[in-house]
């Protein structure tokens, strides 16, 4: 699975490939990435998987891309 990563988050984590040991929800793979890199919980961001915006019980397979999105200023 590819995890991209966009704005400050860039900071914490690199976008990169992301193998998945068994099927895991969203929820359930957003707490596993908090707990392995805690500054996350600093930061506020919205999930998309494959270029919608995601639910904690979407489950997620190998071919999948989870993208972690902050929020976006601009005009």
Request: aromatic share 6%; charged share 30%.
């Amino acid at each position: 699975m590819k995890v991209r990563v966009f704005g400050a988050l860039t900071q914490v984590l690199q976008e990169r490939e992301q193998p998945l040991e068994h099927p895991l929800t969203v929820g359930e793979f957003m707490k596993r990435l908090r707990e392995e890199h805690p500054r996350l919980n600093a930061y506020t961001f919205r999930v998309a998987l494959n270029q919608k915006m995601a639910a904690d019980d979407d489950i997620l397979h190998e071919e999948d891309e989870l993208a972690l999105l902050p929020p976006f200023a601009g005009g």
